[in-house]
């Protein structure tokens, strides 16, 4: 019998050969935190009688949830993650650098093979180049700060098997909301997936980001593109044991939204054509790279966003943010009418600027529109590709990309 | 570990913004981010419960993000643990690791206010003083975190895992 991705990184990190439902003790190899979530991981480090930080090169700590600071309150637990940092020579992103998850894969942290716990949920994204990366919460990380290892239980996968390749206009983001509407938010809750299949190995490594970011909004504990793993000995078995498995033909795709207030509450963009919208965001984990800033300003270039619609654009990075300035992304949005947020979670998560009025509609290209996410739980938010929010902006209303693309 | 205490029942799905929303997340005043816990779902929540009380949801409790601010609103505003058929998988890690206690078993015949009482090391709920109904056990090394009171105190007397 065979072993899954999962089977065998675990197994490899802990030293004994295990396989779904046994727990490990495994040695992790890379920790990351956010301001959200790095001041109760240090508290807990502290709390538990750490001195020194096992694996200091490879803890990387994130100030990008509500940055830069709105208050005195934030700035203070902003400046102890500053200090911790200092003090224990960690690698630390500050202000204006960009989302954590943007930037572990951009800056070269997170490797094929490796296991990176994160105390973010959407630390998931990072199977997208191969590693098994997972959200914890802030004591599980200090607990990684202090002894360099974790617990983990070894996941059953699921098979998600591409085949094909989108049509234009249709993005990645359209694909994982698909799969989030067939799989439901907790159809993989504890499991690993792994993508594969032709599809899956020709998508770019944004696109497999896209789709990896939302692998928890099915509840799964990671996501992995089989095509990304480079050691040999990591592969996935031919006769290895999936608990399902599910086949997309990335070419019947169509655009598609998540309606509020749940992921899997999803619909054709055709469905929901001429719901008029308040506020559209162009950014986040999901979303927020130079293939999305492109496509975007593409359909905006020349054009206006239409009045009574707000368009907040944060770039995920500020690599990314240069790149899109270098090539006009930027300055066209900024002409059509958008306000360019500095790099980070910008709206996504309700702690800054771009918070919706009560009964708003926005559209946005982020990964959770649970009620209140956004800041206000009187507002109704969309989930969607970039494409669908930049076409969103210019009419004001949901619609397909044809309306506005020649 | 026993004790009879009351019910508040809540649906499925209840994810980790709506126990406590991202805005509130950004301190470490437990006393603070327990008075915003479940704000946006029962602006009663807590005014009505009482020390010790349970929790009882549907599928998928604790979805979304990693916050353990999530488990630590629920835990500092009194509840002593949630009752759901499932959880999603870090608020479990996390409630475990702050000393919260979780039971998985069927809640449908759990009514609001019912009397609850776990006796989660045999592996059963009792409703109303009659009603037996059995739940899943922890894992061992869950279980042992859990009685060390969370995993600060059990790294605290290890050291190590
Ligand atoms: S962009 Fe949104 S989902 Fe991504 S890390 Fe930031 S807050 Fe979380």
């Given at each position: ?227 990304a793993i480079e050691d040999e000995d990591l592969k996935p078995d031919p006769d290895a044991v ?165 | ?161």
């Open positions: 019998m065979g072993y899954t991705f999962a089977e065998k990184i675990i197994s490899k990190k802990s030293g004994c050969q295990v396989s779904a439902g046994e727990i490990a003790i495994v040695q992790v190899d890379l920790a990351m935190a956010t301001d959200t979530t790095a001041p109760l991981t240090i508290q807990a480090f502290k709390e538990m009688g750490g001195v020194l930080v096992k694996k200091p090169a490879r803890t990387v700590f994130v100030i990008d949830h509500a940055t830069p600071a709105p208050n005195e309150k934030i700035s203070n637990l902003q400046q102890l993650i500053r200090n911790f940092v200092l003090e224990q020579n960690l690698v630390l992103y500050d202000q204006g650098d960009g989302i954590c998850h943007q930037l572990m894969v951009e800056e070269g942290h997170v490797r094929s093979g490796d296991l990176v716990l994160g105390a973010d949920s959407h630390t998931c994204t990072y199977g997208a180049v191969g590693a098994l990366a997972t959200g914890v919460g802030s004591t599980d990380l200090g607990a990684v700060l202090l002894t360099g290892k974790s617990w983990l239980r070894v996941p059953e996968s699921i098979k998600i098997v591409l085949t094909g390749e989108l049509n234009r206009y249709v993005t990645a983001k359209d694909a994982v909301l698909a799969m989030a509407g067939k799989l439901t938010a907790d159809g993989a809750t504890y499991a690993s997936l792994e993508f594969c299949g032709d599809g899956a190995a020709k998508l770019s490594i944004d696109d497999r980001m896209t789709i990896a970011n939302m692998a928890i909004e099915m509840g799964a504990k990671n996501g992995v593109f089989t095509a999936y608990i399902n498995e599910y086949h997309f033909n990335l070419a019947e795709i169509e655009p598609m939204l998540a309606c509020p207030h749940q992921v899997d509450n999803v619909a054709t963009v055709q469905a929901k054509a001429g719901m008029v919208i308040q506020q559209a965001f162009l950014g986040s984990c999901t979303n927020g790279r130079l293939t999305d800033l492109a496509i975007a300003a593409k359909i905006l270039k020349g054009k206006k966003v239409a009045p009574g619609v707000r368009l907040l654009v944060a770039p995920a990075s500020r690599k990314v943010l240069l790149e899109a300035m270098a090539r006009n992304y930027i300055q066209e949005l900024i002409r059509a009418g958008a306000t360019i947020l500095p790099p980070g979670c910008g709206p996504c998560v309700g702690t800054l600027g771009g918070i919706p009025a009560d009964g708003d509609v926005v559209i946005s290209t982020t990964n959770r529109n649970f009620k209140g996410r956004m800041g206000n739980n009187k507002a109704f938010v969309y989930l969607a590709s970039p494409v669908t929010v930049a076409v969103a902006a210019v009419l004001g209303r949901i619609a397909r990309p044809e309306e506005v693309i020649q | 570990m026993s004790s009879i205490n009351k019910a508040h029942v809540y649906g499925d799905d209840i994810n980790t913004d709506l126990i406590i929303a991202g805005k509130y997340t950004k301190t470490l005043n437990m006393a603070e981010l327990a008075s915003h816990c479940f704000e946006d779902i029962d602006a009663n929540f807590t005014t009505k419960i009482k020390p010790g009380d349970w929790i009882v949801a549907g599928r998928n409790f604790g979805c979304g993000s990693s916050r353990e601010q999530a488990p630590l609103a629920i835990k500092h505003s009194g509840i002593q643990g949630v009752i759901a058929k499932s959880f999603a998988r870090i608020f479990y890690r996390n409630a475990i690791n702050v000393g919260l206690l979780l039971v998985v078993c069927n809640t449908d015949q759990i009514t609001d206010l019912d009397e609850i009482s776990v006796d989660l090391f045999n592996g059963s709920v009792i409703i109303n003083k009659k009603l037996k109904i059995p739940c899943e056990k922890l894992s061992p090394i869950m279980q042992q975190i859990l009685e060390e009171g969370g995993l600060v105190p059990y790294l605290c007397k290890r050291g190590d895992f």
